[in-house]
C-alpha cells in the first residue's frame, strides 16, 4: 500500500529562519510527488510536481527535493504569509490517477 | 473562470439524516475527484471519475456512500443515512488531461452530523 509519512507535524518559525519539512514515502513505483499548500478553510493549491530522484523545483522563497525515498520542501527567509499546511502527495505508477497524500505540516511563521 | 464550485459550505445534520454534497467542476477538466479530509486520517480519496464514468470507488467508505455524475458540470456525493464518524470537510478536486496529477480543490463543504 502507498504510504506518505511528514514530519515534523507542526513547526513555528521566526520570520527569516530558514528551515526544511519532510515527505517520506513508499509507492510501487514512483509516478511523481505533488507538494501542495493549504491555508485554514480553503482547499489545498498547488505548487510542485517532481518526477525522479535529483529533481528539483523553486517558487520565491520554497524549493522542492526528491531523493528515491523522501521529499524535502525546503523555506529560505520565510515571511508570515508563508504560514500555511504543507501537503505532499504520491502517484503510482501503473494507470492510476489516485494521489495518496499524507497528513501534512502546519506551519507558522511568527512576524 | 470561478473554479471548483461546492455547496453547501456548511452541513449541520442529525444522525440518520441524508446528506448531498454538490460540485461544479472548472469547464474542460475531464477528472473530477471526492476527497475527504479528518484531523485523524488527513486527506482520503473516497472516488474518482473520468469523462463522468466511475473509474475507482475504492475509498468510498461503505454502502452508505453513493456518487453521481451525470454529467460534465454536476457531481454530487451522497450520505444515506448519515452517521457522526461522517463528520469531515469533503473536497472536490477536478483535473485536466492524462496524468491528472495538478489537482484544482474546491473550498470544500464542511459536514457535522449530529
Known amino acids: 500500500e502507498d504510504q506518505v509519512t511528514q514530519s515534523p507535524e507542526a513547526l513555528r518559525l521566526q520570520e527569516g529562519e530558514s528551515s526544511s519539512l519532510n515527505c517520506s514515502y513508499t509507492v510501487s513505483g514512483l509516478r511523481g510527488l505533488f507538494w501542495y499548500r493549504q491555508d485554514p478553510g480553503k482547499g489545498p493549491e498547488f505548487l510542485f510536481t517532481?518526477?525522479?530522484a535529483g529533481e528539483e523545483k523553486e517558487k520565491e522563497r520554497l524549493k522542492a527535493t526528491l531523493t528515491k525515498k523522501e521529499s524535502f520542501l525546503h523555506i529560505t527567509a520565510p515571511k508570515p504569509e508563508d504560514s500555511a499546511t504543507y501537503l505532499c502527495?504520491?502517484?503510482?505508477?501503473?494507470?492510476?490517477?489516485?494521489?495518496?497524500f499524507g497528513k501534512g505540516t502546519k506551519l507558522t511563521v511568527n512576524p | 473562470d470561478a473554479g471548483v464550485i461546492q455547496s453547501p459550505r456548511h452541513e449541520v445534520t442529525e444522525m440518520g439524516q441524508e446528506v448531498t454534497l454538490r460540485c461544479k467542476p472548472i469547464?474542460?477538466?475531464?477528472?473530477l475527484f471526492w476527497y475527504r479530509q479528518t484531523m485523524m486520517r488527513g486527506l482520503e480519496l473516497l472516488i474518482y471519475f473520468n469523462n463522468n464514468v466511475p473509474i475507482d470507488d475504492s475509498g468510498m467508505p461503505e454502502d452508505r456512500f453513493s456518487a453521481k455524475m451525470p454529467n460534465a458540470s454536476f457531481s454530487t456525493l451522497k450520505i444515506q443515512p448519515s452517521e457522526p464518524r461522517d463528520s469531515a470537510v469533503y473536497f472536490c478536486a477536478t483535473a485536466e488531461g492524462s496524468g491528472a496529477n495538478v489537482l484544482t480543490f474546491g473550498a470544500g463543504s464542511r459536514l457535522t452530523v449530529l
Open positions: 517532481l518526477y525522479s
Open positions: 469547464s474542460g477538466h475531464d477528472y
Open positions: 502527495a504520491v502517484q503510482a505508477q501503473g494507470g492510476s490517477e489516485k494521489l495518496v
